[in-house]
């Protein structure tokens, strides 16, 4: 297992679609490993395969809360509901963060590191974060979806804020 070099926009091979994956082998699941070590140390909740330099549709969601981490290979979105404006943000546009509308419900389908066919229904955040990574492996961006950017001086004061309503 390694950390890898997060590729950072601009970066051809972040607009580029990615290839469907066939092989379901040692590398895929190397790749995977690798995957999931570069977004734990760089604090992402979710990464896909081309942020790391692979053209290909793989993508993992683990918004920690000591859930299992979501390996999604192939992702399709079968069924969407609701809608939601939040904050995102991307290990691929350090320091940028923008609101973003997406369903607030999804259903998907996609195959494990096995191969295996699997069904998965998200709500919320963890939805967001899914409808994320699956963009990234259409070549598409967040950025091309803000409606508002949030500057960093506004993103410490609703962390403030968030961290006195806890208390
Ligand atoms: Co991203």
Same mark, same amino acid.
């Given at each position: 297992?390694?950390?890898?070099?997060?590729?950072?926009?601009?970066?051809?091979?972040?607009?580029?679609?990615?290839?469907?994956?066939?092989?379901?082998?040692?590398?895929?699941?190397?790749?995977?490993?690798?995957?999931?070590?570069?977004?734990?140390?760089?604090?992402?909740?979710?990464?896909?395969?081309?942020?790391?330099?692979?053209?290909?549709?793989?993508?993992?969601?683990?918004?920690?809360?000591?859930?299992? =981490?979501?390996?999604?290979?192939?992702? @399709?979105?079968? $069924?969407?509901?609701?809608? #939601?404006? *939040?904050? /995102?943000?991307?290990?691929?546009?350090?320091?940028?963060?923008?609101?973003?509308?997406?369903?607030?419900?999804?259903?998907?389908?996609?195959?494990?590191?096995?191969?295996?066919?699997?069904?998965?229904?998200?709500?919320?955040?963890?939805?967001?974060?899914?409808?994320?990574?699956?963009?990234?492996?259409?070549?598409?961006?967040?950025?091309?979806? =803000?409606?508002?950017?949030?500057?960093? @001086?506004?993103? $410490?004061?609703?962390?403030? #804020?968030? *961290?006195? /309503?806890?208390?």
């Amino acid at each position: 297992m390694a950390i890898r070099p997060i590729v950072v926009h601009p970066n051809e091979i972040l607009t580029t679609k990615c290839k469907e994956v066939v092989n379901f082998d040692d590398k895929l699941k190397a790749l995977l490993d690798d995957m999931y070590d570069t977004m734990v140390a760089s604090d992402g909740i979710g990464i896909a395969a081309p942020q790391v330099g692979e053209a290909i549709q793989v993508a993992i969601v683990d918004l920690g809360e000591g859930q299992e =981490v979501i390996e999604m290979i192939n992702p @399709e979105i079968v $069924e969407i509901g609701g809608s #939601e404006i *939040e904050i /995102e943000g991307c290990l691929s546009f350090p320091d940028v963060y923008g609101e973003v509308e997406r369903p607030f419900y999804v259903k998907v389908e996609a195959q494990d590191r096995d191969g295996a066919l699997y069904e998965l229904q998200a709500e919320d955040y963890e939805a967001r974060a899914i409808l994320h990574e699956i963009d990234h492996l259409h070549g598409v961006l967040f950025t091309s979806k =803000v409606v508002r950017y949030v500057d960093l @001086e506004e993103m $410490e004061r609703l962390a403030e #804020e968030q *961290e006195e /309503e806890t208390e």
